[in-house]
């Protein structure tokens, strides 16, 4: 397999890591509940992943729950100093499976702890606080209360480094006058292009955007424009979804999602594909 190209890497609070990275949301049973159909087979994703150079793992405790976690730390501990665990706080889930707000200082600072716990960690790299206000898109809603508790882990020596998910702008704004934010995480692909402006706005801070579903999520991105770029350039259509967001902007690091290792392999591979600006505007024309 190739390796990444190391020159594509940036800056992830005091980590530098590679613009190619993994979600290990996937590698938990279906409804991302429950455990894995084999669990063998997810720790060979992991440890395939770390040895392909992959240094940005995105994670929660609420993957499973506990389980997505477990199977990091099983895989990968005692973890490569420049790996960034980037892990979310702010749900919980129900016995069915289900996603509830988890939004309380109190109920945030157990997040943490559960996370150190499961990673086996003294200190948790990135935590990025997922709000809840509307659990499908970012919606307004203080987090003050949330985020100066996380503020306060930090300053305890639990947490690195905090970002946000699943928010609005003007709460980036009112988060950055509580603490720094190194990353937010929104949902964002080449169909789903709602944080267009964002984007720019915090590649100008420096602010890592770390797009969640980048190839669809629970709904694969579908497109005949995206097929045909792929075909012309002899390489799959989820090459050519990642190769894009790469393309978008410098300050977007990526975390698809798999849990197969022939997946894992194409995805990191898209990290050296080079779109010509005609395949690039004809891909512009997905979202419009
Ligand atoms: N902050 C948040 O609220 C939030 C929400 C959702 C996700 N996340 C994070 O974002 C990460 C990425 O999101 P995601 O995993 O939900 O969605 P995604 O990366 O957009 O897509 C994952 C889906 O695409 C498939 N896939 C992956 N690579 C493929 C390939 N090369 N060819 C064909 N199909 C492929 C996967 O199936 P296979 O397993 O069969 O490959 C899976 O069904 C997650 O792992 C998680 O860490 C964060």
């Given amino acids: 397999m190739p390796n990444i190209d190391k020159s594509e890497s940036y800056k992830l609070g005091s980590y530098t890591v590679n613009r190619l990275g993994y979600g290990a949301m996937q590698l938990a049973g279906p409804g991302v509940f429950g455990p894995p159909k084999d669990r063998g087979a997810a720790l060979t994703i992991l440890r395939e992943a770390v040895s392909n150079e992959v240094n940005h793992i995105d994670t929660s405790d609420f993957y499973g729950p506990h389980i997505t976690n477990q199977l990091i730390r099983e895989a990968l501990h005692p973890f490569p100093d420049d790996l960034a665990i980037v892990t979310k706080v702010g749900a919980r889930r129900g016995e069915d499976g289900s996603w509830i707000a988890a939004f309380s200082p109190t109920e945030l600072t157990q997040a943490v702890h559960d996370n150190l716990r499961n990673l086996g960690l003294d200190v948790l790299d990135v935590v990025n606080l997922r709000c809840m206000f509307d659990v499908h898109q970012p919606a307004e809603g203080s987090i003050e209360a949330q985020l100066s508790a996380l503020a306060e882990l930090q300053q305890q020596g639990l947490v690195r480094h905090i970002g946000l998910s699943n928010v609005t702008r003007a709460q980036i704004e009112a988060a950055r006058s509580i603490c720094e934010i190194v990353c937010v995480q929104n949902n964002y692909n080449l169909a789903h292009r709602h944080d267009d402006a964002l984007i720019d706005e915090l590649a100008h801070k420096g602010i890592a955007y770390v797009p969640f579903f980048p190839l669809g999520g629970f709904s694969p991105l579908q497109s005949s424009t995206l097929s045909n770029v792929a075909c012309r350039l002899g390489v799959t259509p ?43 505007s004809e891909l512009d024309g997905i979202a419009s």
């Avoid at 393309?247 to 849990?259: A, D, E, K, V, W």
């Fill in 238 to 280: 989820m090459q050519v979804a990642l190769s894009w967001l790469l393309h978008r902007s410098p300050n977007i690091l990526l975390i698809p999602g798999t849990s197969s290792v022939t997946h894992l392999r194409e995805n990191l591979a898209a990290a050296r594909l080079a779109l010509s600006p005609e395949s690039l």
